[in-house]
């Protein structure tokens, strides 16, 4: 009977060994979804910020090659190139869709601001956005880290669950050929 009870202590031993590990896949699964969820929510940002740059990098494009087309020069403070320009401007400007991740992101509803004006406001839009899209860009970068490391935390819970597997199946196998022979 003792014989007996130690079997299913083994036995026991063995069940919580695997339950533990199961647990901690379990967890470790669930903090891989967290953060698969938080590369995926920085990706997005940047491709709303992305779109949104093309948006004014178009817009600038058209302001520039009207210029041109008039004869306008960009450099001159001449009050009647000046004039000019703000008229191109306040032409080419345009309603821009934002969605929820837009608004979330402060993305105006307009192509450029209100407040553009003048060319060197929307170079400066321009440049705010690029310098919002290298901050995102290294948090995301961060994300993907965390990603990587959640990963590989897994990947060694399950080879620390097929090691002590192998070995519960050659103890097993070891007591029964003693056993047996």
Not at 61 to 70: H, L, N, T, W
Not at 71 to 77: E, F, H, P
Not at 153 to 172: C, V
């Amino acid at each position: 009977m003792a014989s007996r009870k130690s079997d299913n202590t083994a036995a026991d031993v063995n069940a919580l060994i695997q339950e533990v590990l199961r647990e901690s896949y379990k967890e470790t699964t669930e903090d891989l979804r967290f953060y698969a969820e938080k590369v995926r929510y920085f990706n997005q940002c940047k491709k709303a910020i992305r779109d949104y740059l093309a948006a004014l990098r178009d817009y600038k494009a058209r302001i520039v090659s009207g210029a041109r087309e008039r004869g306008v020069s960009l450099c001159s403070d001449d009050e009647k190139d000046l004039a000019e320009i703000a008229k191109l401007i306040r032409q080419n400007s345009r309603a821009y869709k934002v969605g929820e991740l837009e608004h979330a992101l402060c993305i105006p509803n307009r192509v450029p601001t209100a407040d553009a004006d003048s060319l060197e406001k929307v170079e400066a839009e321009i440049k705010r956005w690029e310098e919002r899209l290298n901050s995102l860009g290294d948090d995301a970068q961060l994300a993907n880290v965390d990603l990587q490391n959640i990963l590989q935390k897994q990947q060694q819970t399950l080879q620390m669950m097929s090691n002590i597997s192998k070995m519960l199946h050659d103890t097993a196998m070891s007591v029964i050929r003693k056993i047996g022979g």
